[in-house]
């Protein structure tokens, strides 16, 4: 029985460690997005937006932003969205504002060296969402209102999705966010980009989860 107990206390750690590091990771490859000043991703441009209108800081805003988006979920679907969904609104936005005080993670003043840190952001972001999903803790905001949309409405995935995007670049390019060639590549690639890393940090999860439990050829699912 102590055993099984502990099995299950190093499972629960692994799985929200996982869940945190695929966080920090998408946040990190968000803020370089942003330091790159080529264009961020659509909600990127709206709480950026946001931010040189009001104030306060870009995560702020993502942190607000998030717990409206979640709110508007709770409301259609009258249920509360799992726990994964509120820690992520909360410590991607406080870990986007800790890489923003960096000083290393400047702005280069070559056009080359802005294009390759923002291809290296891109890439990044789609790591981090493959690592963070792959925990099994629960979507963020933003894909929870997705799925909320999605079961209300009955229409695709990628209508709902293209649709909530559509909307926030266009309030974010009103609001004075930028808009340009890194908005069209991270929404012309991230997609793909997540495909593939998903299934490869799904494996490397499971692997992990496997060996924990000391069982073979046992995929877990663990809900929260």
């Excluded at 950026?48 to 870009?58: A, H, K, R």
């Excluded at 003043?109 to 952001?121: A, E, R, S, W, Y």
């Excluded at 969402?129 to 949309?149: E, H, Q, T, W």
């Excluded at 340009?180 to 593939?196: A, C, K, N, W």
């Amino acid at each position: 029985m102590l055993e099984e107990r502990s099995i299950g206390r190093r499972l629960f750690l692994a799985i929200w460690a996982i869940y945190f590091i695929g966080l920090l990771i998408m946040a990190f490859g968000i803020v370089l997005m942003i330091r790159a000043d080529l264009g961020s991703a659509p909600w990127d441009v709206f709480h950026i937006g946001l931010f040189y209108q009001v104030g306060l800081t870009i995560g702020t805003w993502s942190i607000i932003v998030g717990f409206f988006i979640l709110m508007i979920s709770t409301m259609i679907t009258k249920k509360l969205p799992p726990l994964g969904a509120f820690l992520n609104m909360l410590m991607v936005g406080i870990f986007i504002d800790l890489y923003m005080m960096i000083p290393q993670l400047h702005t280069p003043d070559l056009f080359v060296g802005k294009l390759i840190m923002l291809l290296l952001g891109v890439m990044v972001i789609g790591i981090g969402i493959g690592v963070y999903i792959s925990s099994r803790c629960g979507a963020g905001p933003r894909d929870s209102l997705m799925i909320a949309l999605t079961e209300v409405t009955g229409w695709k995935v990628q209508y709902i999705r293209l649709g909530m995007e559509l909307v926030v670049l266009c309030l974010g390019w009103l609001l004075g966010g930028p808009v340009f060639i890194g908005t069209i590549l991270f929404s012309l690639t991230i997609g793909s980009i997540v495909g593939l890393t998903l299934p490869a940090c799904q494996k490397a999860t499971d692997s992990l989860l496997d060996k924990i439990q000391h069982k073979k050829d046992k995929k877990v699912t663990f809900q929260i």
